[in-house]
């Protein structure tokens, strides 16, 4: 299984901006000249077609649960073969959902997670809920933060200090 370009985009719950993270994502893939192959956890038929919409391909829907692994391994990599990266947008909060979990479906693809953590309305306390993920599950790597909603200079640097210390 190819699994060197793709990563899943999880979120600390739904709303966290997951869906416009991905899509701008795939959109900055796409204008460098990359083939982008889309996938969407779960069964959800809206995020697909804005995937195909920004990239051109199909996002087909990887759910543990409802396809099982046998589907959902042999999906990602059939379409993923031909492509230069693939991006799978999670589901909820990413250990939301037992079996059908983006943690789930990113343990068993073996893909790392970018987290994306909606900062509004906190700063310093936001690291906590990243090591709280971090730590969560020895199953998935994450990879990488995002942070969205920084609403300042000031509030990105308290975000960054505690993340310095604390991740």
């Given amino acids: 299984m ?8 999880g979120g600390t719950s739904s709303g966290s901006g997951k869906t416009t993270l991905t899509l701008g ?35 087909p829907n990887l759910d543990l649960r409802m396809c099982g692994r ?5 999906s990602f990599d059939e379409r993923f073969a031909e492509k230069d990266v ?24 073996n893909l790392p997670v970018i987290l994306v953590v909606d900062a509004r309305s906190a700063a310093e306390s936001v690291a906590a809920v990243v090591k709280g993920f971090e730590v969560y599950s020895k199953d998935i790597e994450i990879a990488g933060v995002i942070f969205n909603r920084v609403g300042s200079a000031r509030h990105r640097e308290l975000i960054e200090g ?6």
């Fill in 2 to 9: 190819k699994t060197s370009s793709s990563f899943l985009i």
């Fill in 25 to 59: 994502i795939m959109a900055a893939f796409k204008a460098r000249g990359l083939k982008v192959q889309p996938f969407k956890c779960g069964p959800d038929f809206i995020d697909p077609s804005l995937h195909k919409m920004v990239t051109g391909m199909t996002s």
């Fill in 70 to 74: 046998e589907f959902c391994h042999q």
């Fill in 86 to 109: 693939a991006v799978v947008e999670g589901v909820m909060g990413l250990f939301d959902g037992g079996i059908a979990s983006s943690a789930a479906l990113a343990a068993e693809l």
């Fill in 162 to 167: 505690a993340m310095l210390e604390v991740c």
